[in-house]
């Protein structure tokens, strides 16, 4: 049965510098620490990505004239745009025609009455 446990950790180990590819009380820690980074890099990866999405949105919306905190504040409220943020930064950038159709709804429906 330990060496089942042994042959995991050593082939999830592969490719690590020093003993800690061939001993399997180094190997061990190594792998526990990569599996913990990733555990953690799966959340961080997320919160990247959704600061990119916001950061695009952002430079999408300034060039026609709004600033992003109105934009998505109005968009789901008074627009009825259900578009998340990363669909619409996905406009912003490969769609620019599509996005100022977006972008001009929403303005359309902030105005004051």
Known sequence: MASKKHKAVLK????????????FRAAIRRVE????YA?????VKK??????WIQRLNAGVRQHGMSYS????A?????????N????????TNEPFSFKAVVDVVKMKQQPK
């Open 85 to 92: 943020r990363r669909m619409l930064a996905e406009l912003s």
């Open 33 to 36: 620490k990569a599996l913990q």
């Open 12 to 23: 999830m180990a592969k490719g690590y510098r020093g003993r800690s590819k061939n001993t």
């Open 47 to 52: 919160r990247n990505f959704r600061k990119l």
């Open 75 to 83: 968009a789901p409220l008074d627009a009825d745009i259900v578009l």
């Open 39 to 43: 555990y953690r890099d799966r959340k």
């Open 70 to 73: 109105r934009f998505i504040r």
